[in-house]
Every structure is written in C-alpha cells, then in structure tokens.
C-alpha cells in the first residue's frame, strides 16, 4: 500500500474545502468514519474528519496508521485562545501537546500519561517547522482575502504563534475555567479537544504528527457565539489555504 499523509479534523467544516478540492477521491468506511484517499497538491492523501474528543481522535488516528499506513498525520482545526496573546483569527503550531484533564495523581504527577513518564508531547520538528512557513505565507494572502470576515470579528492582523496547545473532553466556554488552565499552564497558548489524543498515540506508534489550530474564541462566557461564528466565517479556508500551501512546498 502507498504510504500516505494524513489530515484530520473535528468539524465538517475544518475539512469541507480541503475535501473539495482532491483530486481522484475514494472513499472508504471503516468504524463510522469516511476516509477520503486522493491527491492534493500532487500528494497521496486521506483526509478524515476524527469527530470531536480525545478517544474519537485517539481511534481515527490509529486507523489512520494500522489501516492506511499513514506516514505523517496532520490535524487542522480551531481552538480557544488561553494565552492573553493568543486572539481571535491568529495561527497556533503545536510545539508541545498535553491533556489537560488527565489526572492520575498521586500514583503518577498531574498531567502525566501513566508508564510514559512524560505530560508534554513534542510534535514533530521537520512538520511543524514546514507548517509554520506555510502558515505565515497563506497567512499573508488570506488575511486580504478573509478581510472583511475578519474584521466583522474584531480581528485586524491574525499573528502566528508556536508552543504549547492543550488538550481535554470539554468545551472550555467559562472565563473562570479558561483562568484556572491559564493558571495551572500558564505558557497554554490554546486549548482545544483532540491534538494530545493523537499526540499519544502518534508517540506509542513512532509516527511523526503536527498540530495546527486557528483561534476561534477566548475560551470565555462568549466562546460559543464566537466559536460557531468564528468556524463558519474564516476557519475552513484559513486551514484550506494554509495545508495547501504547505503541501506544495
Ligand atoms: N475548540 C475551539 N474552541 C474551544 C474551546 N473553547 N474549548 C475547547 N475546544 C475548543
């Protein structure tokens, strides 16, 4: 079998332009979920909406290596922004991935997934750094192009940050919940609900996995209105431009 490079995302919406635009498109069904194998930008691909949480993550991801002997697996999507400069409309790359709500404490320290001796996990050097540069060039075109949808949302200039995203089975949509992960991580630039799940298990299989989020709310009292407004608006084509771009590099 081809060995090819895996994109998954939570919401329909994160992988609804990716999916329109591959090329020869197959579709296979395997415990609940449509893989799309096909070309994109020249490149073998099958991309894969995971659903949302950390197991649905954890099982698409390990279909992804057992069943199409995945080589790579990026996830695209959005996040709530923790940091105070992590805003609405900016990029956030994974440098480093950790749950959490994983608590195991005191038979192992907060955070940490038991028999691994580690909490953080790192993302994969060579990919992230690739998503990174093409980031910032989509994010130079797409600014212009999403203009006014961004503006609509208060956001002038979306930045590019690099570091740790975080990881758990809830929706962050309190600011008091966003201000005790603030506190308890405070160099958390994002949270979201899957990136560490794969992380996880892209580290027990040793393949090489990325992570990149758009920041679609603050993780606060408003983050339900932003996040849907947010996903719709300016999401799907900022991820589409910005996997485009990196695959042809
Ligand atoms: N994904 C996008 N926004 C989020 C939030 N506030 N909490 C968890 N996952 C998210």
């Known amino acids: 079998m081809v060995m090819t490079l895996a994109l998954m995302a939570a919401m329909p919406e994160e992988l609804a332009a990716l999916l329109a635009q ?13 893989f799309h194998a096909g070309r994109l930008e020249g490149q073998d691909v ?80 060579e990919l992230s750094d690739g998503l990174q540069a093409a980031a910032a060039e989509a994010l130079a075109v797409e600014r212009l192009a999403l203009a006014a949808s961004l503006e609509a949302l208060g956001v002038s200039q979306p930045r590019l940050h690099e570091g740790l995203i975080v990881s758990g089975d809830r929706f962050v949509a309190t600011a008091a919940e966003s201000q005790a992960l603030r506190h308890e991580l405070p160099d ?42 947010y996903l719709a608006e300016v999401a799907a084509p900022m991820a589409a431009a910005i996997l485009r771009c990196w695959l042809r590099r």
Do not use: N
């Open 22 to 34: 591959l090329d020869s498109p197959t579709v296979h069904h395997h415990a609940g979920r449509a």
């Open 188 to 229: 958390a630039l994002a949270v979201e609900m899957e990136g560490a799940a794969l992380a996880q298990v892209c580290h027990d299989c040793d393949v090489p996995y990325a992570v990149i989020r758009s920041i679609s709310d603050r993780a606060d009292d408003a983050a339900h209105g932003d996040f849907l407004r």
């Open 46 to 125: 099958v991309l894969v909406l995971s659903r949302i949480g950390k197991v649905a993550a954890a099982t698409t991801a390990t279909l992804l290596i057992e069943r199409f002997k995945a080589r790579a697996i990026v996830f695209t999507g959005v996040a709530g922004g923790l940091h105070p400069q992590a805003r609405v409309g900016d990029i956030v790359i994974a440098r480093e991935l950790l749950q959490h709500d994983l608590d195991v404490s005191p038979l192992f320290p907060r955070h940490e997934v038991p028999l691994t001796g580690r909490s953080r996990f790192p993302t994969d050097a």
